[in-house]
Nanobody
Framework: QVQVAESGGGLVQAGGSLRLSCEVS????????MGWYRQAPGKKREFVAA????????NYHGNVKGRFTISRDNAKNTVYLQMNNLKPEDTAIYFC??????????????????WGQGTTVTVSS
């Protein structure tokens, strides 16, 4: 059974940084594409970033490009999201997901068991 566990959320001032972590178990992690989504209050869940299993394909939502960096450590079965220059509009619950679409415009939605429970990021102005 796959387990996806995010950590690292919190409260930060605008312009600050946070690093989210997501540890995955129950999968062959080094063969899994990985990604991050977020859901702000009253809004739909949206693609943030995704990385292929090999690391050769990385994509970001336009709103975070240049500020966020996705990375992975296959030895630790962990994917990271480094978030710099945070803005109040980045406030959301951030979800880690296994086998995401690798592009923001895909309509594919991974099944429920491939998602973590989410970690909350709040950016104050």
């Amino acid at each position: 059974q796959v387990q996806v566990a995010e950590s690292g959320g919190g409260l930060v001032q605008a312009g600050g940084s946070l690093r989210l972590s997501c540890e995955v178990s129950g999968r062959t992690f080094n063969r899994d594409d990985m990604g991050w989504y977020r859901q702000a209050p009253g809004k739909k869940r949206e693609f943030v970033a995704a990385m292929s299993w090999s690391g050769s394909i990385i994509n970001y939502h336009g709103n975070v490009k240049g500020r966020f960096t996705i990375s992975r450590d296959n030895a630790k079965n962990t994917v990271y999201l480094q978030m710099n220059n945070l803005k109040p509009e980045d406030t959301a619950i951030y979800f880690c997901v296994v086998d995401p679409p690798l592009t923001p415009d895909s309509t594919y939605i991974p099944s429920d068991e491939l998602w973590g429970q989410g970690t909350t990021v709040t950016v104050s102005s």
